[in-house]
């Protein structure tokens, strides 16, 4: 009689049974092994006649089943790779291989499906059974997670896999087989757990044989997805110092005793700072004791100089030996002090520049080394945006809940994000465990506009070019100075060096020159000035060279920052201005209004009953709202052309606006802090949004946005006819010339069929909002 194993909330009972595992075996052609065989399994079948669990008999007959699992799973087999012979599902180990045994499996003895409901489960085995019937149609989504601590304290996770091919599955004598219309049913409503239970009642299945269970290492993956999973949905103040964080990142880079530290980058104080949420202070090791420290305190240390220069990581693997040729360097001598004997520090770079660093330090020699940079590599980015989250944050900070959640908050939406946390305070659940609802707005109508500097990139490789050019020229000079005064060697190289730049930036200009140069510069020729003796003529020419270089950037940069000052310019009155007349739009109905300062400005707006629901919308309001986008878009581009002259550098800027009539679903993205359309029909929308103002007239080199003009792009003959309305009114008021141009638009990305209208805006008198 074989040995009964009875499974709570299951569709079967599991039997252990060697029968289905014999119907499968070739037997050798050798008598003697055949026998020898033959033998083996008939003492199997012998001993599993007794009325006893199968745990137990497994127990007490050790090395008979061992001599059998040893068939499954060879000894070169057992050796190398994690695998277990199981009972199905219910996964009790009865068998290990060596490797396995290397586990220590007091931790967690059973096996745990990751993140799956009883009923999940129940559906899981529901599922085998339906998968024997059809022959395999059913892709099984049955992710495990063993998770262990091996001998260095560390958590190991694996994925594991179950091979069922030894599995007899029947119906018991009071059940039967589901007819071809129950399993359409259940393949075309998989999630239907009531149907499975109907269909697969509880206990009305055998199930006999056993499972062979593979183990396959996913440490390094889990922990990475863990990591960015928590970062995304807690408090920035448990960023490294909470338990649970420690451990993922040991798990991560296989260190025990890992620690985690973080400063913050204060650009206008060119210092690292130690960052501090709710009063907890997050560890740093290179500030140690202290709470910030300039980049010039730390000026003889060139590793931390070349990491922020370069935006590379660095590493350490044994700071004592490294310590003696660096004897002069404080950051070595704070790091030492705390035991440190291998470290990572890298910079945390975002699109706005560097926004502070990350350490990572052991008290192990060659316990951080060049794979762990490998590591730091795979979650950066994923620190990079907590941390940029936990800075936008701190900048703005506001009302408690709602800043920490959602940012700053258009008060047009204000009142549904109120509703949202007013939930929360209302249930019984602590903040990190409780999960904000969507924040989602339907059936609203989308108004995109912007003005962009015309030629932006090219306007600052000009400026860039033209500094380092007049910075060249200072160092050719002064360099020549040096050499008729004394045959240095070194300074006849740095000037050849000096000679070749001077080419590339006239002939192969690219996005690296710039870096190239400066990181020359500094790391090359400014070190000779600093520290090589000169006579006093040469001296004051080297003074006066680097009293013209900028105090921050230490390079020539007066025409980058007269771009920049005149971008910053732009940017700043046109926003002024446009915000100005965005309070009387309000006034026709109460709307979402964002905008974006780049290389110029551009908005979004989103209007509908939803967003104000208060108050009745009417399609005439969204009409209304487009005519004063376009009357706002030309007399801010008519303001620019009364005060363009101020600026440094001179600019110039196109106007557009993207016509979409389609009503839209929005929903804000608590990763990015903002909102975006919904659906991946209304992603054609964003497509057109994000690349619309670089594309071209159909059949033609020319741009659709012109200087001084304002381009309407459509879709539908239906805008194009409401937007011709408006133009014929503004041209009679005066804001535009008569010429109404008209062609088609090229294709974007698989999206054809756009159309725009495009007129030249008059220089007129200032007109009100």
């Not at 903002?674 to 054609?684: C, E, H, M, P």
Request: aromatic letters at 10%; glycine letters at 2%; hydrophobic letters at 40%.
């Amino acid at each position: 009689m074989i040995t009964k194993e009875n499974i709570v909330l299951s569709p079967y009972e599991v039997e252990f049974s060697i029968a289905p595992f014999l119907d499968a075996f070739t037997f050798p052609k050798n008598p003697e092994l055949k026998e020898y065989y033959q033998n083996l399994f008939s003492k199997i079948e012998h001993v599993l006649v007794k009325e006893k669990e199968i745990t137990g008999i497994v127990r007490d007959n050790a090395s008979l089943f061992d001599e059998f699992f040893s068939i499954l799973i060879p000894e070169h087999i057992s050796k190398n790779e994690y695998k277990a012979v199981v009972l199905p599902v219910k996964n009790t180990i009865l068998y290990r291989s060596e490797k396995l045994n290397e586990i220590d499996c007091s931790v967690k003895e059973s096996i745990r499906f990751f993140d799956a409901s009883p009923d999940t489960i129940y559906k899981l085995k529901a599922m085998v059974i339906l998968n024997s019937i059809i022959e395999n149609k059913i892709t099984l989504d049955n992710k495990i997670i063993f998770e262990f601590k091996d001998n260095k304290g560390v958590y190991k996770t694996f994925f594991i896999s179950n091979k069922n091919d030894f599995l007899k599955i029947y119906p018991k004598d009071t059940s039967r087989y589901p007819t071809t219309e129950q399993i359409d049913m259940l393949l075309d409503d998989l999630d239907n757990i009531d149907l499975w239970k109907e269909i697969f009642p509880e206990g009305s299945w055998n199930v006999e044989g056993f499972c062979i269970l593979t183990m396959v290492e996913n440490t390094l993956e889990n922990a990475v997805s863990q990591l960015k999973t928590n970062l995304l949905s807690s408090q920035n103040d448990t960023l490294v110092n909470d338990e649970s964080f420690k451990k993922i990142f040991r798990s991560i880079f296989d260190i025990p005793d890992l620690k985690i530290g973080i400063t913050v980058y204060d650009s206008e104080e060119n210092a690292l700072i130690k960052t501090r949420y709710n009063d907890v202070e997050i560890d740093s090791f290179i500030l140690n004791d202290k709470m910030s420290k300039t980049i010039s305190e730390f000026k003889n240390d060139q590793l931390l100089k070349y990491s922020i220069l370069k935006r590379e990581p660095i590493y350490i693997q044994n700071l004592e030996q490294y310590s003696i040729s660096n004897s002069d360097s404080v950051l070595l001598k704070v790091l030492l002090e705390q035991d440190i004997q291998s470290v990572i520090i890298a910079p945390i770079v975002s699109r706005k520049g560097i926004i502070g660093t990350i350490e990572l330090v052991s008290e192990t020699k060659y316990a951080i080394n060049k794979k762990s940079l490998s590591r730091l590599k795979l979650i950066l980015p994923i620190i990079t945006n907590t941390l940029e989250r936990s800075l936008e944050a701190t900048a703005n900070r506001i009302d408690a809940i709602i800043q920490n959640e959602y940012t700053s908050i258009h008060p047009s939406v204000y009142w549904k994000f109120k509703q949202g946390v007013r939930d929360f305070l209302n249930s019984d659940k602590k903040l990190e465990e409780y999960s904000f609802k969507d924040i989602v707005f339907k059936d609203v109508f989308a108004l995109f506009g912007q003005i962009d500097i015309k030629n932006s990139s090219h306007n600052r490789q000009l400026a860039t070019i033209e500094d380092i050019r007049n910075q060249l020229q200072l160092l050719v000079n002064l360099f020549q100075s040096i050499i008729s005064e004394n045959k240095i060697l070194i300074a006849d190289q740095i000037l050849f060096e000096l000679d070749k730049f001077s080419v590339e930036i006239e002939n192969n200009f690219d996005t690296t020159s710039e870096s190239s140069f400066k990181l020359y510069v500094e790391s090359e020729v400014h070190p000779v000035l600093e520290t090589m003796a000169f006579s006093e003529g040469i001296t004051e020419k080297v003074t006066a060279y680097f009293e013209k270089l900028d105090p921050k950037l230490n390079i020539i940069y007066d025409n980058r920052k007269a771009y920049d000052e005149s971008v910053a310019l732009l940017n700043k009155k046109m926003s002024s201005y446009l915000d100005e007349c965005q309070l009387e739009a309000q006034k026709i109905f109460p709307h979402y209004y964002e905008r974006y300062a780049t290389d110029g400005i551009e908005h979004n707006m989103y209007i509908g009953a939803s967003i104000n629901p208060r108050k009745e919308f009417s399609p005439l309001f969204f009409n209304n709202l487009r005519l004063w986008q376009l009357k706002s878009l030309c007399e801010t581009v008519y303001n620019f052309q009364k005060w363009k002259h101020i600026l440094e550098f001179p600019l110039e800027v196109t106007t557009l606006i993207l016509a979409f009539s389609s009503p839209l679903t929005i929903r804000f993205r608590m990763d990015e802090k903002l909102f975006d359309v919904d659906g991946s029909y209304n992603a054609r929308y964003e497509v057109v949004k994000k690349r619309i103002d670089k594309s071209h007239i159909k059949n033609s080199e020319e741009r659709i946005t012109q200087e001084n003009k304002i381009t309407i792009v459509y879709a539908q003959n239906s805008e194009k006819v409401e937007y011709m309305k408006y133009l014929k009114y503004l041209i009679a008021k005066g804001l535009l010339e008569e010429e109404i141009e008209k062609f088609d638009v090229e294709e974007l990305q698989s999206i054809s069929g756009l159309k725009a209208l495009r007129v030249t805006i008059k220089s007129i008198p200032n007109q009100e909002c």
